[in-house]
């Protein structure tokens, strides 16, 4: 069986040992008798599965105790919801729109009360994060209930290498597509949230840490839905109703892989040498250029495009040929789009850089002799 | 391997061939070089799998193109917000409340409107579905939204045998525990729903089956986060966002098997047989009886208890003795319950019903020697 290389920008690339762990589990877990899709999930059996992912996710990433970790379901989207019907207590929060998915948050939030768009890059197609000065200032007013950011855009490739400072606001963060890929300051923020189906696990699940002390007063708005109630969750350890038991379990497989291939300080080394190697080519290759701005360079989604549209297209049909699967941009954006996750491995990346190469040089050589 | 007798409530029992081809597939799929797991849910390559798997559930449930076919996440209870926030125009809906379910379905709505409850069993502990003539007479008042069932109580054993008449206002029912137990008269119906980790597979899918019509107009509530807006869900395929990918290709994989192996029609037959076997023990053994009253005994879940709790738990530690699994009533009921869904096969029910005539046989033995 060849395995292709797999730049999916999620769901997305698994380790292979996950994948082999899991199909030799499959029918019978551990001499259970039965698969982990038919346990129930309040058998001593799930809940030991359920207990050791938690806690394995507390320990790569230091989740201090004074946060509450939630494995719900319905995506990113369903919790752009769920942080004003949390949270939104005066009725007023601020948001950073700097790609696709950080202002669908903010247009769910207005529903919800009044949400300021305290920074955008809208306006040269989020090819950056924009100038975080704004937030600053008006976290300074004391009139906001939190600070919302996409931390990494996955369709525009771009990430924040500096949080907004928003001092006593609590920093609310989506980072479904750098969770994991490198350590995270969990204090720094009052929210971190993340569909698993990048780094995580499968899609389906979503993680949410969440500081204890937002939600002890229970949700800001009643109308909020029962399962989006995150303090009513946290009560019921995730399972107000039947959680996406495999899923879970699936991400408790790829959080004991990330510990012990050297966590998330070595999963950062690799994926920075990883864009590093792509990066250094979009800048020494004229044929391709980043649309992400330097400074705001994602190193989790590589986005980048060639002069033509036509000229994109051949190069994703050759890829394919190669076995380089899933570089398509987004259409918003067009071009090519290489997520490089955890999962996806340094020999992958060089395949896709000497496919690159190759294609460059093959152009110029038929630019020359036409 | 030995695999046990799993009675589960849900997640449940699944068919092993189903298992075993998902164990095959799971690191390549089909020549993919790819998992299920790892697959862009924008793929050609899924979304075959995502129409395989809605047009299978059409044919084996003859479900008319008047209606549309969800696939969503959250469970049940994440659809007891979404169906007040899509369908309650006018604001009243009425609710029968025939289980825990169906009053956690009905405590929800009245977060969101005027929830009637048009017939109640709490008075005896949910042991049967109450008198519906209510029902029908409210129903001619032409002041209801739609009428709410839950229509197999799992946790009390009971089912509908004969739905309520509710004339031209939409019916709209829970059907987790009954789904593809048996066919369904979609037509009778404005909504049916589920949570698929009963018979339709693991847990993180949620089937919503609902008329076109009803939601033509968007949801009712403004305030309905989009990811519960069931038009826009429907207008995107199910793929407003990432879906639970992998549990719906599990619940083709198993909407398959049902086709496969005779369509609902065999199902029910089968499901019959199982169910008469038990309730027949229950009827002619002094040491057990059923909790269920017989006019509402469902066929899915079987709940039954000895005179004591003591008795009970000796009844369920022997069980697991023999490898007949996840037999222990709810917390609410106490007692045993066995749920046979269609993946429990009819020798882990006669596994079962052995046990039983044991137990009681070495019971008397025991009382007579004593």
């Known amino acids: 069986m060849a395995r292709v290389h797999n730049f999916s920008a999620g769901p997305a690339a698994l380790p292979l040992e996950v994948l082999e762990q899991t199909a030799s589990e499959l029918i019978d877990y551990r001499g259970c008798g039965m698969s982990v899709l038919e346990m129930s999930h309040r058998s001593a059996a799930y809940q030991r599965i359920y207990d050791e992912t938690e806690a394995c996710l507390r320990r790569i990433l230091s989740i201090p105790d004074t946060y509450q970790v939630l494995f719900l379901q319905g995506g990113a989207t369903l919790e752009f919801a769920a942080i004003p019907l949390n949270l939104m207590r005066r009725g007023r929060a601020g948001y950073v729109v700097s790609g696709n998915f950080a202002k669908k948050a903010w247009e769910e939030a207005r529903r919800y009360g009044e949400a300021v ?61 750098c969770f994991l890929s490198m350590p995270l300051d969990i204090e720094r923020y009052g929210v971190v949230y993340a569909g698993a189906q990048k780094n995580a696990g499968p899609a389906g699940v979503t993680v949410v840490i969440v500081r204890r002390d937002l939600i002890e007063d229970g949700p800001a708005l009643p109308i909020c839905p029962t399962y989006l109630d995150w303090r009513t969750q946290a009560a019921k350890g995730s399972m107000l109703n039947t959680p996406n038991t495999f899923g879970i379990y699936l991400c408790g497989k790829v959080f004991a892989w990330i510990e012990r291939t050297g966590g998330l300080a070595a999963m950062e080394q690799r994926n920075r040498a990883k864009a590093e190697l792509l990066y250094s080519l979009l800048d020494g290759i004229d044929l391709f250029f980043g649309t992400a701005q330097p400074a705001s360079r994602s190193i989790a989604n590589v986005t980048f495009r060639t002069a033509s549209p036509e000229l994109d297209a051949a190069f994703i049909a050759g890829a394919r ?30 395949a896709l850089a000497a496919y690159m190469t190759e294609f460059e040089e093959n152009r110029r050589t038929q630019t020359r002799s036409s």
């Open 117 to 177: 768009a305290l920074a955008s890059s809208e306006d040269t197609n989020f090819d950056r994060i924009p100038d975080l000065s704004p937030v600053a200032e008006r976290a300074a007013c004391g009139d906001l209930d939190y600070i919302h950011i996409c931390q990494n855009n996955t369709i525009f490739g771009t990430m924040y290498h500096e949080l907004p400072s928003t001092g006593e606001v609590p920093l609310v963060a989506d980072v479904s597509s």
């Open 321 to 350: 040929e190669r076995g380089i699967e899933g570089i398509a941009g987004h259409r918003l954006v067009g071009g090519m789009r290489a997520s490089i996750y955890n999962a996806v491995d340094m020999a992958s990346v060089e």
